[in-house]
Each structure stands twice: as structure tokens, then as C-alpha cells.
């Protein structure tokens, strides 16, 4: 069974720019959740999609957004870019529908804000 | 408001000793999970466990040991006979519920384990 794909697995941009950034969840898992993480600050919660649609949200400015396709596929998107966005961003994905259930997480993509 | 408080920033040990990492909770609900995930240098969380609110039984598998108690609202790990390859970040996760039903993950920020040879 294929594992989370995230990609680009490594990026660098600057102040200003906006980044998208993809995830493929494992087949059949419908919900794909987006952590950043950053060193001292841990695993800090972006959102959850589930069919498409998005079940939680966390304390980030509207600067960060996402989306769900058809095929469970998951994007993010951080536009105006700060230096404060480099970071790693992780995604998970679950097969449990209404209790918490393990995470499979991807590799990450880092993200470098020059 | 929940929160998962990880004191230890980093530990470092002797191959073969024992070594617990620490994990507190705070939470309103009364049915919670609680995880814990390890990172290795490589980067990709590994779930290790999940407990629910109503079972305060302890849990072994193999080495790893965790310790579930309401009372102090901790939820503890020990690796037992430590070894080089457990070396990494471990991370405590409570997820409880949602106003829309469903449940999100608060993360600690994690204990570096370096278990040195």
C-alpha cells in the first residue's frame, strides 16, 4: 500500500510569492489534514478535509488555505509568503471517519521564505 | 482549552538505560484520545499508540510502556533497555471533539530522544 506523497519535497521562495503544495493520501483514506511544524513550536494544526470538504480549521490568518479534490487529493496554498512561513508542512491522512484515528503522515515539503 | 504540555525539550541516555518521556493534558471533554508519535531523523511521524478516555489500562509492546493516568491527566511513555535506533522525536497528541462532531489533534512540541552508544 503506497504511503502519504507529498510534493515538492523541498522549496525555496520569497517574501511576496504564494506556494501551493500537494499531498496524495493513501487510496481510500478520505480524510487529509496539514500541519505546520517548526522548530520549539511542535506540530501546529492547519486544517482537515474530509470529502471534500473542510471539517476543522486552525489558528492560521487567511493567508493559508486548502482543498479537497474528487479523489481525496489534498492542496495548500499560502499566498503573500512571510518569513515566518518556513517551516515544514506535513499532511496526514486517516481511514477513520468519526473517531480520531492514527495518522499517516508524508515526508513533509519544506519550505524556505527568503 | 486543550493543550498538550511536553516539559522536556531533550533527553539524552546510555544505550540499555531506561528512559520515560513525560505528557500532560489538559482537556474539557470527558471522551478525549491520546497518541503518541515517533519521528525519526528521516522526518516521517510513526504512530506508536492510541488510548480513549475510558480505558486507564496500562500498555506494553515490547519495550515501550505507557502509562495512562486520569487522575494527574499524564499520559507517560517508557522505553525500557533503550537502544540507538529509538533515537528521535517523540511527539503526545490529544484529539478531542469539534462543535461539528467531529475531533482535532493538538500536538505537544515533542521530546528529542538521544540514546547514545
Known amino acids: 500500500k503506497a504511503g502519504v506523497t507529498q510534493t515538492p519535497r523541498y522549496l525555496i521562495k520569497t517574501r511576496g510569492q504564494q506556494v501551493t503544495l500537494s499531498c496524495s493520501p493513501i487510496?481510500?483514506?478520505?480524510?487529509v489534514s496539514w500541519y505546520q511544524q517548526t522548530p520549539g513550536q511542535g506540530l501546529q494544526f492547519l486544517f482537515e478535509y474530509f470529502s471534500e470538504t473542510q471539517r476543522n480549521k486552525g489558528n492560521f490568518p487567511g493567508r493559508f488555505s486548502g482543498r479537497q479534490f474528487s479523489n481525496s487529493r489534498s492542496e495548500m496554498n499560502v499566498s503573500t509568503l512571510e518569513l515566518g512561513d518556513s517551516a515544514l508542512y506535513l499532511c496526514a491522512s486517516s481511514g477513520e471517519v468519526w473517531v480520531p484515528g492514527e495518522l499517516f503522515f508524508g515526508e513533509g515539503s519544506r519550505l524556505t521564505v527568503l | 482549552a486543550q493543550k498538550v504540555t511536553q516539559a522536556q525539550t531533550e533527553i539524552s541516555v546510555v544505550e540499555k538505560e531506561d528512559v520515560t518521556l513525560d505528557c500532560v493534558y489538559e482537556t474539557r471533554d470527558t471522551t478525549y484520545y491520546l497518541f503518541w508519535y515517533k519521528q525519526p531523523p528521516s522526518g516521517e511521524l510513526v504512530f506508536l499508540i492510541r488510548?480513549?478516555?475510558?480505558?486507564?489500562q496500562n500498555e506494553i509492546s515490547g519495550r515501550y510502556s505507557w502509562n495512562f493516568q486520569k487522575s494527574t491527566s499524564s499520559f507517560n511513555f517508557t522505553i525500557t533497555a533503550s537502544q540507538v535506533v529509538d533515537s528521535a522525536v517523540y511527539f503526545c497528541?490529544?484529539?478531542?471533539?469539534?462543535?461539528?462532531?467531529?475531533?482535532?489533534?493538538?500536538f505537544g512540541t515533542g521530546t528529542r530522544l538521544k540514546v547514545l552508544a
Open positions: 488510548r480513549n478516555s475510558f480505558d486507564e
Open positions: 497528541a490529544l484529539s478531542e471533539g469539534t462543535t461539528s462532531g467531529t475531533y482535532k489533534y493538538i
Open positions: 487510496s481510500g483514506h478520505r480524510s
